[in-house]
């Protein structure tokens, strides 16, 4: 079954902080994986989008990892801000549907100062 | 550059009622999505368009919910008769076919009492 794990579930650091998200992926074919911020009362916002072919892809301090082989993909904050704090969101694109995307269950991260 | 504007943002209505949730796409995309989030499911396809066609409604949960694309700068979503168990946030996202890429709008909040 198409699935996408993320952990942690929920996460709290301080200002300025650097902080790692995880997920990883059963979805096989594998077109792309995409990592969304999803701020409260909002629409989930695009961060990255990597191919199977990518490790790494940067957005700012927003830094994403894919390792194909292992499934696995990170989203790695740098120097983290207040404005962070938001739910980010792991999604995957089956290699067999453009449209149909698998979408994790998110990360929490709250900022405080 | 407009994004994806969804209306009302806000819903509460008593059960039994219709609701119609609207959606404005971007200018010149192709493909527009429905999206259902709650806390316990995560975020769910309900139906998929493709220059105006419905492609995928698979995700739609029961017959009484149903969506329509007059245009290519137009859609709702409408439930009728409306239940408790529908509340939840409702999203309408935008894309070009093919490139992957999908854009969401802010949400429509909706409350059953």
């Known amino acids: 079954k198409n699935q996408v794990e993320q952990s942690p579930q929920s996460l709290i650091i301080l200002e300025g902080k650097n902080c790692t998200l995880q997920?990883?992926?059963?979805?096989?074919?594998?077109?792309?994986l995409r990592w969304y911020k999803q701020d409260t009362g909002r629409g989930p916002v695009s961060l990255t989008i990597m191919t199977f072919s990518e490790n790494t892809k940067s957005n700012g301090r927003y830094t994403a990892t894919l390792d194909a082989d292992t499934k696995q993909s990170s989203l790695h904050i740098t120097a983290s801000q207040l404005s962070d704090s938001a739910s980010y969101i792991c999604v995957v694109s089956p290699g067999d549907s453009s449209y149909k995307l698998i979408f994790g269950s998110g990360t929490r991260l709250l900022v405080r100062p | 550059d407009a994004g994806v504007i969804q209306s009302p943002r806000h819903e509460v209505t008593e059960m039994g009622q219709e609701v119609t949730l609207r959606c404005k796409p971007i200018s010149g995309h192709n493909s527009l999505f429905w999206y259902r989030q709650t806390m316990m499911r995560g975020l769910e396809l309900l139906i998929y368009?493709?220059?105006?066609?419905?492609?995928?409604d698979s995700g739609m949960p029961e017959d009484r919910f149903s969506a329509k694309m007059p245009n290519a700068s137009f859609s709702t979503l409408k439930i009728q008769p409306s239940e408790p168990r529908d509340s939840a946030v409702y999203f309408c996202?935008?894309?070009?076919?093919?490139?992957?890429?999908?854009?969401f709008g802010p949400g429509t909040r909706l409350t059953v009492l």
């Open positions: 997920c990883n992926y059963t979805v096989s074919p594998f077109s792309n």
């Open positions: 368009f493709n220059n105006n066609v419905p492609i995928d």
């Open positions: 996202a935008s894309g070009w076919e093919g490139y992957n890429e999908q854009f």
